[in-house]
């Protein structure tokens, strides 16, 4: 019997948004509300515009859960998209909905929800043949820290030895130590590294002004000073000019495993959070893995809130303690997948 698949309207989605604004990206209800309205703005100018099938992008099957979001055709439907609000930048109300839009990818991606794809290949192909996807995206440090900032407190991880959820430690610190926790995470974005072909230039994320996706997939970094240069990956045949269409292509890629860091580092607090995981996770009988982590967070939010067993000052000390060991460097996707465990 084959799975019918379930289809969900973009106010489904924005009433979704919301919810995950505030308590996972620690929005206030009033921001929250704010980008749903560039949200709505934003679909509303891509209808206005007459995009093949751009009807259908308010009815219930425009969205569906899918795992599967890096094939070429699909990326090309969301390049489209951003491509259509990006040429219309200058317009503040468009470069608002430009912002509300990527945030509303990144909430699609984290929840695993993705556009219906309702373009045909010959509505790409016409879509290529008026060079509408040509275009350049520019990200802002600003950007790019929010970006990376919910990479590093979303992306969990299950070891063998060790589970790391992140996203728990997030809510819990955000909640317990506010600014404080802020700035340390700002440090550690700070310290990202920016490879360029000079191997004598050390570019960090401090020193990042802008960061541009052009239509031919490459990808300048403008310094803090005024000074260009493409961006760089490490790969398995050495350093290479990185190539990304989306944002998303690029990694933040640990240069001493996350995994080697936890085998080795003492932190005794982490392993009680982690045991403590592993048995509600168990108890759950759907195994110990990044999917259940995520199902039941709110689950194990609820609990370690209400059971106080962590002490959450020597949670913070070895949580920092760790991640003072990472050092950190921008790669491409590919590349950082095929090291393995990170």
Not at 21 to 27: G, N
Not at 122 to 135: F, N, T, V
Not at 262 to 272: G, I
Request: net charge positive; charged share 35%.
């Amino acid at each position: 019997m084959v799975k019918e698949t379930k289809y969900y309207s973009l106010e489904e989605l924005i009433c979704e948004f919301k919810i995950w604004s505030i308590e996972e990206d620690t929005l206030t209800k009033n921001s929250a509300n704010s980008y749903a309205d560039y949200i709505r703005k934003a679909f509303a100018y891509l209808l206005e515009e007459q995009i093949p099938n751009g009807k259908e992008v308010v009815k219930t099957h425009n969205f569906k859960k899918s795992q599967k979001t890096t094939d070429d055709d699909y990326n090309n439907v969301v390049i489209y998209y951003e491509a259509l609000l990006a040429k219309q930048s200058k317009n503040k109300t468009v470069r608002n909905s430009i912002s509300g839009f990527r945030k509303f990818l990144i909430f699609m991606e984290s929840q695993g929800y993705v556009f219906d794809r309702n373009m045909s290949d010959k509505d790409l192909k016409k879509c290529k043949d008026k060079q509408q996807l040509r275009y350049q995206v520019v990200y802002s440090n600003k950007d790019l820290k929010s970006i990376f900032k919910k990479r590093l407190t979303t992306q969990d991880r299950v070891y063998k030895h060790l589970v790391l959820p992140l996203g728990v430690i997030n809510t819990l610190f955000r909640k317990e130590f506010g600014k404080t926790y802020e700035d340390f995470l700002d440090t550690q974005i700070d310290n990202i590294q920016y490879l360029i072909k000079d191997e004598n230039i050390n570019i960090r994320h401090r020193d990042v002004e802008q960061l541009e996706l052009t239509e031919k997939n490459e990808i300048i970094l403008t310094t803090k000073d005024g000074l260009r240069h493409f961006l760089y990956t490490d790969t398995k045949s050495g350093k290479q000019e990185m190539k990304a269409s989306r944002i998303r292509e690029v990694t933040i890629d640990h240069k001493t495993p996350l995994h080697d860091l936890t085998l080795n580092h003492h932190c005794p607090e982490l392993h009680k959070l982690s045991d403590i995981v592993k048995k509600i996770l168990e108890k759950s009988g759907e195994g110990i893995t990044g999917r259940t982590l995520t199902k039941y967070k709110k689950l194990i939010d609820e609990y370690l809130i209400e059971e106080n067993e962590i002490d959450l000052e020597k949670l913070f000390y070895d949580f920092k303690g760790l991640y003072n060991k990472m050092d950190l460097v921008l790669m491409d996707g590919a590349s950082n997948s095929s090291k393995g465990k990170n």
